[in-house]
């Protein structure tokens, strides 16, 4: 059976999906933010100079990852572009917000850059399912892949390569290779797990006309 346009129209299923993948990613950040990691693409350099500056993670997210909107907006519509701007802000809040209700007496830097890299991995994919992205390098990582094939999560770990270069400036080597560790385990987890063709196509009823 032929699929449809894989666009939702369904706004509360979209919803949840975007909420989920929100929750997720703001795991993520409070994760490595707690062991002092890092991560790639605009989240990595905002953990990175909220370590440099007295600015939270939140205003810095957001101040990194909306100029990259107006490419969201050209390229992918206006539906693509709300969508990620909620993402946006929804991820800088929920990195504020967490911490507030949840502390660790002890995480050690392995644990924190394994469950940090998997939170952001599933949540990254759940937003990328719903029609949105992250922000940032995540717009241009699925552009590339809808023109040239190339993995998104690919092209990421390349630009994770950059942030890592200015980390290595920063952090201790111990905790660079942590967060090279958890960079790695999100973007495997997209690679394998995810694919552009199914970009918005999280919605009611989508695996079953896949299987007839």
Not at 131 to 154: D, V
Not at 196 to 212: E, F, I, L
């Amino acid at each position: 059976m032929t699929l449809s346009s894989p666009k939702s129209p369904h706004l509360l299923f979209d919803l949840q999906g975007l909420l989920f993948g929100i929750l997720m990613c703001s795991l993520g950040v409070v994760f490595l933010k707690s062991a002092g990691l890092v991560t790639g693409q605009t989240a990595g350099m905002a953990l990175l100079l909220s370590y440099l500056l007295p600015i939270e993670f939140g205003p810095l997210f957001i101040a990194i990852g909306l100029p990259f909107l107006i490419l969201a907006w050209a390229k992918r519509g206006a539906g693509f572009a709300v969508r990620t701007i909620i993402v946006v802000v929804g991820i800088s809040a929920g990195a504020q917000i967490l911490p507030v209700y949840m502390s660790f007496n002890t995480l050690s830097p392995a644990l924190a850059a394994v469950l940090g890299g998997a939170c952001s991995g599933v949540g990254l994919i759940a937003i990328f399912r719903h029609n949105a992205s992250a922000g940032g390098m995540t717009i241009l990582g699925i552009l590339i892949e809808q023109r040239s094939g190339f993995k998104a999560g690919w092209f990421q770990l390349l630009i994770d390569a950059g942030v890592f270069a200015a980390a290595a400036l920063v952090l201790s080597p111990g905790q660079l290779l942590y967060s090279f560790i958890g960079a790695l385990i999100t973007n495997l987890i997209i690679v394998w797990n995810f694919d552009v063709a199914q970009s918005g196509t999280g919605r009611p009823g989508y695996g079953r006309s896949a299987a007839n």
